[in-house]
């Protein structure tokens, strides 16, 4: 059923809040009147929507517009601080769903905002950290952490199939002939349909995949193999090269 949250920006054009979630725990179809983002300190939240799925993991953040109908999926127990904004409190917000770089000043500003008081007075220390925040917002990086869903349903159905089995030999010929079209057709739908070439889909499909099982405490080894990487060291080469560190240091409190 889907829910639709009241907030009460009457004092400020944003509100920061905190929230724990238990590994497991999800928040069923909602929309709010404002925009949201959400920041993780620890685990990895999976945001569904209509148009695509999005996989936050530790430290990064994903920016959800108002009136976009989501899910919240928890892997891992997750640490989440973010804010809830008013739409017209800047005229250039972000107007669509993705990840982002969470830079370190950011992330202070809204532990910070945490213990302000809703009303302030112009001019105001309070003020300053609010605009701030605003100001740091309009400069997240956006990254590629995003599944983007086709809207016909034979590609739904092959995607679904990607995501079932990973591990697979997803090349495009053998995706086509799943789908009973030619390569070249294949290619041209699915791309149209989501922005991306199949095979970018794919891997990006298998790491976020593999972010989610790593974020539940399962073994590098597994989740390289079933993700469909001939040995670990392969898998760590592609992990450090996106995230930045291996596998082993990324969930590591």
């Not at 905190?18 to 959400?38: K, N, S, V």
């Not at 920041?39 to 990064?60: F, K």
């Not at 202070?108 to 945490?114: G, Q, R, S």
Request: glycine residues 6%; aromatic residues 8%.
């Amino acid at each position: 059923m889907k829910q639709t949250f009241v907030l009460d920006f009457s004092h400020r054009s944003l509100i920061p809040y905190a929230h724990d979630y238990r590994h497991g725990e999800h928040e069923p179809w909602h929309t709010h009147p404002c925009d949201q983002l959400i920041h993780t300190l620890s685990g990895v939240i999976r945001v569904e929507t209509a148009q695509g799925t999005w996989v936050v993991p530790p430290t990064r953040g994903v920016w959800i517009p108002a009136h976009v109908l989501h899910a919240l999926h928890i892997d891992g127990d997750v640490q989440a601080r973010g804010v809830f904004v008013q739409p017209l409190a800047r005229a250039d917000l972000p107007v669509i769903c993705q990840v982002v770089r969470i830079s370190e000043l950011l992330r202070a500003l809204i532990v910070n905002a945490l213990e302000l008081p809703a009303a302030y007075q112009a001019g105001t220390r309070a003020e300053r950290i609010y605009e701030l925040i605003l100001d740091e917002i309009r400069l997240m990086n956006t990254l590629p952490f995003c599944l983007p869903e086709p809207s016909s349903p034979r590609l739904k159905q092959l995607c679904d199939a990607v995501r079932a089995t990973p591990a697979g030999a997803w090349t495009l010929e053998n995706a086509a002939r799943q789908v009973s079209m030619s390569g070249r057709t294949l290619s041209r739908h699915f791309y149209q349909q989501t922005g991306l070439q199949f095979s970018e889909w794919v891997r990006r499909a298998r790491l976020l995949g593999a972010l989610t099982r790593l974020a539940r405490g399962e073994p590098v080894t597994q989740v390289a193999l079933d993700s469909g990487y001939a040995n670990p060291s392969a898998f760590s080469a592609m992990f450090r090269r996106v995230m930045g560190v291996p596998p082993g240091d990324y969930f590591t409190p």
